[in-house]
């Protein structure tokens, strides 16, 4: 599976920016996808996550409420829609995901090393 992230960029506090994963090569048609970020000098986060119908969804405890994620199936893509932008929002953005998934619990799928596929990452800047 191969993942492509778009949508990152410069933006200023307040803004609101929708990130999309577009994955191609997928083999099964249940999968989960989530979105993690790195900030200058941190380690790689969980941020949030969902199955490809949106059945479950996970969010980090201290992101919730800005971050919502989305499938466009047609488009297989997943989107990360990020409002009120803060400068501590400024990281790289990737998306990751794991195939033949039909549930998931939510201690997995905040852990980096239980997914198979990830993407390059997109930066997201945000000035003050």
């Known amino acids: 599976v191969y993942l492509v992230e778009s949508g990152g960029g410069l933006v200023q506090a307040g803004d609101s920016l929708r990130l999309s994963c577009e994955a191609s090569?997928?083999?099964?048609?249940?999968?989960?996808t989530g979105w993690f970020r790195q900030g200058p000098g941190e380690e790689r986060e969980f941020v949030v996550g969902?199955?490809?119908?949106?059945?479950?969804?996970y969010s980090a405890d201290h992101l919730k409420g800005r971050f919502t994620i989305s499938n466009e199936n047609a488009k297989n893509t997943v989107i990360l829609q990020i409002d009120n932008l803060t400068p501590e929002d400024t990281a790289v953005y990737y998306c990751?995901?794991?195939?033949?998934?039909?549930?998931?619990?939510?201690?997995?799928?905040?852990?980096?090393?239980?997914?198979?596929?990830w993407g390059q990452g997109t930066q997201v800047t945000v000035s003050s």
């Open positions: 990751a995901t794991k195939e033949g998934v039909l549930v998931v619990a939510e201690v997995l799928a905040q852990r980096e090393s239980w997914y198979d596929f």
């Open positions: 090569g997928r083999t099964s048609s249940s999968y989960f």
């Open positions: 969902t199955t490809w119908n949106g059945g479950i969804t």
